[in-house]
């Protein structure tokens, strides 16, 4: 089963934190709903990723970003796969 997620990210004086994820029925609409949670003002950016697995037995394959807007954590922009990080500032 493919899942897909947008994940907002908000600014502590840590650095970012992830904010609520928002599961999405298919890719197109995760990547609009993370331009949406990147454009609110409490939060710093937001990514669209995909995630295989089967929850009956806990397997899951590593995350696919889809697209990052805003600032995100360094570590998650690298996962990209031939995607742009449209406004990305990077991160501390």
């Not at 990210?9 to 890719?27: I, N, S, W, Y």
């Not at 696919?64 to 449209?86: K, M, T």
Request: charged fraction near 20%.
């Amino acid at each position: 089963m493919i899942y897909y997620v947008a994940l907002p990210f908000v600014r502590l004086d840590e650095g970012l934190a992830p904010g609520e994820a928002v599961e999405c029925p298919h890719a197109a609409v995760a990547i609009r709903r993370a331009a949406a949670l990147a454009s609110a003002p409490t939060n710093a950016g937001a990514v669209a990723f995909s995630r295989s697995g089967d929850p009956n037995t806990g397997d899951f394959d590593e995350a696919v970003v889809l697209r990052a807007f805003g600032e995100v954590p360094d570590d998650i922009g690298a996962q990209q796969h031939d995607v742009d990080r449209e406004g990305s500032t990077g991160f501390p």
